[in-house]
């Protein structure tokens, strides 16, 4: 089975700065999607940006953009501009261009500091 | 924006009940999910659902566990006899057809609680 990892329990950023949360994964498979979600606290997870393997261009969405490592099997998400609202938990997910199910990470709890 | 609703947010239930934690997905979505997260733990796929059957479900999925679309708008998750480890949040999800690369939304989940 697929298996993603977030070695970064915690961070933490200045509002204004930029942050890089990590994210690798294991897989066989050619291709595949990846996705990173926020979860507020006692709140739904939302989708914040996505990437298909098959596309060599890494994808952004405003202030949020990954940096897609094919390779390496790494896909980092790059915060810019923090705000006080970015505070959440974010997670990691990878999907099977054939099964329907999600593999999610541990997440990583981000703080914003005023 | 359509969302997923889940209810309860939150079920406190006696070992050895049965439990149906209900979620309505987004009208126009066709595969559904639900997936649980035990505290401190990543969120872990249990079942997906479509056109009215099981598509794909995990090893945690056993026979304790069964899905159902009672109607057009429901899809519930009944745990038969619940345990102390089955305390966890259940997020339920859709996700409507077409491309792979289409997200899966999430309800803002049922913390449940066995006592």
């Known amino acids: 089975a697929q298996t993603v990892t977030q070695s970064q329990p915690e961070m933490s950023v200045q509002e204004a700065e930029t942050v890089t949360l990590s994210c690798t994964y294991d897989t066989s498979e050619s291709d595949y999607y990846l996705f990173w979600y926020k979860q507020p606290p006692s709140r739904q997870m939302i989708l914040v940006i996505r990437?298909?393997?098959?596309?060599?261009q890494n994808a952004t969405e405003n202030r949020f953009s990954v940096n897609f490592q094919k390779a390496a099997k790494s896909f980092s998400l790059k915060i810019s501009d923090s705000q006080l609202g970015d505070a959440a938990m974010y997670f990691c997910?990878?999907?099977?261009?054939?099964?329907?199910?999600?593999?999610f990470g541990t997440g990583t709890s981000l703080t914003v500091i005023p | 924006e359509p969302e997923v609703t889940q209810t309860p947010s939150h079920q406190v239930t006696q070992m050895g009940q049965e439990v149906i934690l209900r979620c309505v997905p987004i009208s126009n979505h066709l595969y559904f999910y639900w997936y649980r997260q035990i505290l401190g733990q990543k969120v872990e796929f249990l079942v997906s659902?479509?056109?009215?059957?099981?598509?794909?479900k995990s090893e945690i999925f056993d026979d304790q566990f069964s899905v159902e679309r009672p109607d057009g708008s429901n899809f519930t998750l009944k745990i038969r006899s619940t345990k102390l480890e089955d305390s966890a949040m259940y997020f339920c999800a859709s996700s409507g057809q077409g491309a792979r690369n289409q997200p899966q939304h999430f309800g803002d989940g049922t913390r449940l609680s066995i006592l």
């Open positions: 990437q298909e393997a098959y596309k060599q």
């Open positions: 997910a990878y999907r099977s261009a054939i099964g329907n199910q999600f593999y």
């Open positions: 659902f479509y056109n009215n059957e099981i598509s794909e």
